[in-house]
């Protein structure tokens, strides 16, 4: 009888399922995002195509199609960062963790505050609004108004606490997207955008960042055994 034969073999097969599985559910989800925007995003491409500023640059559906569209430069740019770290001796697994990471905060994330910053009707003599009482806007939002909210900082909450072990934290997550927002919307005030300082808005932007931190939990990068460590002789640091 051979004693010596390993016991853990027949689970390589489950672990490759278990690793292919969560690239397949994204791709998966987000075919059934570019399903349901299809129309609104078949709706802006003309005038996207055509470099038109008005009915692309400034609108939720013209922002969300180019950042479609600019998907495969990040893509390259997170592999080129990758290659890089790699050269300079990072490990390539760690190296393009890291550099997805980057990119994806930047790349998913600078559209929408460009959204966010475009000016109302009357910019520079409308006077600056703020609205402080939690939830009165949320009906006036509409289905798109959440939704284009709840996306703001949602790649910065899913991808800061994977690059980032400081982050690897719900609440921070939440305080991150809250401390963000709340620049956001100081910013319209200070700049007289023509645009609503609401409560709100900081709301389901830190909603969004904390859901999509949760949603990138099991790829968090864990704090270093010296912190921790640390945090056990001084739990109360």
Same mark, same amino acid.
């Not at 009888?1 to 994204?26: D, E, F, K, Q, T």
């Not at 009165?136 to 939002?141: F, P, V, W």
């Not at 991808?159 to 921070?172: D, E, Y």
């Given at each position: 009888?051979?004693?010596?034969?390993?016991?853990?073999?027949?689970?390589?097969?489950? %672990?490759?399922? %278990?690793?292919i599985l969560p690239p397949c559910l994204a791709v998966l989800?987000?075919?059934?995002?570019?399903?349901? #925007? %299809?129309?609104?995003?078949?709706?802006s491409a003309p005038r996207c195509m055509a470099g038109r500023?008005? $009915?692309?640059?400034?609108?939720?559906?013209?922002?969300?199609?180019?950042?479609?569209?600019? #998907?495969? #430069?990040?893509?390259?740019?997170?592999?080129?960062?990758?290659?890089?770290? %790699?050269?300079?001796?990072?490990?390539?697994?760690?190296?393009?963790?890291?550099?997805?990471?980057?990119?994806?905060?930047?790349?998913?994330t600078v559209p929408f505050l460009w959204l966010t910053l475009m000016p109302g009707a009357a910019p520079g003599t409308a006077p600056a609004r703020v609205s402080l009482v939690p939830l009165r806007d949320l009906a006036t939002?509409?289905?798109l108004g959440?939704?284009?909210?709840?996306?703001?900082?949602?790649? #910065? $909450?899913?991808?800061?606490?994977?690059?980032?072990?400081?982050?690897?934290?719900?609440?921070r997550i939440l305080a991150l997207g809250a401390g963000c927002s709340v620049?956001?919307?100081?910013?319209?005030?200070?700049?007289?955008?023509?645009r609503v300082s609401s409560v709100d808005d900081v709301l389901v932007n830190a909603a969004g960042a904390a859901l999509a931190g949760l949603a990138s939990r099991r790829w968090w990068r864990a704090p270093s055994r010296t912190s921790a460590h640390t945090s056990a002789i001084c739990p109360a640091a």
């Amino acid at each position: 009888m051979n004693h010596n034969a390993s016991p853990s073999a027949p689970a390589r097969p489950a %672990r490759r399922v %278990r690793g292919i599985l969560p690239p397949c559910l994204a791709v998966l989800g987000l075919a059934c995002v570019l399903f349901v #925007l %299809r129309g609104p995003l078949m709706m802006s491409a003309p005038r996207c195509m055509a470099g038109r500023w008005h $009915g692309c640059y400034d609108t939720f559906n013209g922002v969300v199609l180019m950042t479609l569209v600019t #998907l495969p #430069l990040a893509v390259l740019a997170a592999w080129a960062l990758a290659r890089v770290r %790699r050269a300079a001796g990072g490990a390539g697994g760690s190296a393009w963790r890291t550099s997805l990471a980057e990119v994806g905060m930047v790349h998913g994330t600078v559209p929408f505050l460009w959204l966010t910053l475009m000016p109302g009707a009357a910019p520079g003599t409308a006077p600056a609004r703020v609205s402080l009482v939690p939830l009165r806007d949320l009906a006036t939002m509409g289905s798109l108004g959440i939704i284009g909210n709840l996306l703001v900082f949602a790649s #910065l $909450g899913f991808f800061a606490p994977v690059r980032f072990a400081a982050m690897a934290s719900l609440p921070r997550i939440l305080a991150l997207g809250a401390g963000c927002s709340v620049l956001v919307e100081s910013a319209q005030y200070v700049l007289r955008l023509d645009r609503v300082s609401s409560v709100d808005d900081v709301l389901v932007n830190a909603a969004g960042a904390a859901l999509a931190g949760l949603a990138s939990r099991r790829w968090w990068r864990a704090p270093s055994r010296t912190s921790a460590h640390t945090s056990a002789i001084c739990p109360a640091a």
